[in-house]
């Protein structure tokens, strides 16, 4: 039921937003029965898949048996014909078992990692992973993390704006980057420390375009950059850089698309020296310079 919401949820139609015609679909249409016990109609067969652009594969209670033969099928031509195929928790069982994920990494919930690993030596498993984005199949961790695999596929295709425009209307995180760890070591504040590494993060988000260092958030949080580091990465599963880092190319990224600035105000704008250094860090992360990733969006509205 839980991942039934997640996707539900961040494809709803909303105003102003790209409008998803949304399926649920099965190989045995009618009535199923919910791991909650709660009915669920479901209308549509697995004819649906033959025109999806999208295919996602939702996690089901006997994930240990492999699906029947006619589901592996279908995702393996949704596959073939070019539609994106990803999965979140052990929804990546359902991929794995009809070879799309063989020679290529991929992620499940932390708990079933050495069991995927075991049954598909094939498979790369990246067991720490919020997500794993290998091209045309794209798999996601446990859980609630099917939300940051979603909001990454609405990114991805629809760029940072919009994605944005979902997390706010969820109430979530605009971004996670797909290598922050699945699992806090101290997923609950323990002290005055933990509130002040919460407003410290709230500035550095309010004054993105001064040249901030790790040292200068340290400061301001009253730690040693060391305490301050391991704190970080306790409470975000991240480095205080990379958050950093991630923080301005997500900001970059909709002022690209929302805007007209010139790249060298943008740079200015998100905390970068010049147009050369955002480059250099845009190209590591989206694969192509500001300008073309400008372009791509632009004709995409």
Known sequence: MLAVGVVA??????????????????????????DLGVPLTVAEGLERLAT???????????????????????????????ALVAAHCV?????????????????????????????HPGVTVEADALYVDEGPVVTGAGAAAGFDLCLHLVRREHGAAIANAVARDLV?????????????????????????????????????????????????ALMSRRSFARRFAAATGTTPHAWLVNLRLTAAEELLETTD????????RVGYGSAA??????????????????RSFTRGR
């Open 9 to 34: 949820e961040v494809f709803d139609p909303r105003p102003g937003l790209p409008r998803f015609d949304f399926a649920l679909c099965t190989d045995r249409p009618g009535r199923l029965r919910t």
């Open 52 to 82: 999806a652009d999208l295919v996602l594969a939702l996690p089901w209670a006997d994930f240990r048996t492999p699906p029947p033969g006619a589901v592996l099928d279908a995702f393996a031509a949704a596959h073939a014909r070019g």
């Open 91 to 119: 929804g990546t069982f359902a991929l794995a078992a009809a070879g799309l994920l063989d020679g290529r990494r991929a992620t499940t919930h932390w708990r079933f990692a050495a069991l995927l690993a075991g049954r």
């Open 172 to 220: 979530l995180p605009a971004h996670r980057e797909g290598g922050q760890s699945q699992y806090l070591a101290a997923p609950v504040p323990e002290d005055g420390q933990d509130e002040r590494l919460g407003d410290v993060l709230a500035w550095a988000r309010q004054n993105l375009r001064e040249p901030l260092s790790v040292s200068d958030l340290a400061r301001r």
């Open 261 to 268: 600035l010139p790249v060298e105000e943008i740079a200015h």
């Open 277 to 294: 250094v955002l480059r250099e860090q845009f190209v590591r992360r989206r694969g192509v310079p500001p300008r073309s990733y400008r």
